[in-house]
């Protein structure tokens, strides 16, 4: 199994406010167990650069620590870049989104969820007998073009 970290799940992984009173409700906490168990079966996990580029920019203007964090991040699970071909794919991917009057973004903006989608495409061709699936905190614009294989993080259990 391939796991891809959206920037909604990343940011949680990231995040320096880790201890919290009540452990059991609190979603940074519950993230974290997720993800930890997940590495201890083996399960293969990344995340897209464009992912660490949102994350970190917002670490970067309000002075957090989370920055250490996501730096730390890069010794445990692979970011993958940003290539022409993930780009091209990205394209298709928003213009057929507009085409079909699904907007996932502002025609302005450079429309992550598109990169991250078109990075599972080209995973899921690369890897055709494994599963790949996104872990999201919002379904909605993956799931237009993974299907059934964005899936709420805390949703995904390991084989």
Not at 54 to 82: A, C, K, M, V, Y
Not at 108 to 123: E, G, R, T, V
Request: overall charge negative; charged content about 25%.
């Amino acid at each position: 199994m391939i796991v891809i970290l959206d920037s909604g799940v990343l940011s949680l992984l990231a995040s320096p406010n880790q201890n919290v009173s009540n452990q059991e409700e609190n979603e940074i906490y519950q993230c974290t167990e997720w993800f930890e168990s997940l590495l201890a079966r083996g399960v293969y996990i990344v995340a897209s650069e464009i992912s660490d580029y949102e994350i970190r920019r917002e670490f970067i203007r309000i002075r957090s620590e989370g920055i250490t964090i996501l730096d730390q991040l890069r010794g445990i699970i692979d970011f993958l870049p940003l290539t022409t071909e993930v780009m091209k794919k990205a394209a298709e991917f928003w213009a057929d989104a507009r085409q079909n009057h699904m907007k996932t973004a502002d025609d302005k903006n450079i429309d992550a969820d598109m990169i991250i989608a078109a990075q599972w495409s080209i995973l899921s061709d690369e890897y055709p007998g494994r599963s790949v699936i996104i872990a999201t905190k919002n379904l909605r614009h993956l799931q237009l073009f993974a299907q059934d294989n964005a899936q709420e993080w805390m949703n995904i259990k390991s084989i």
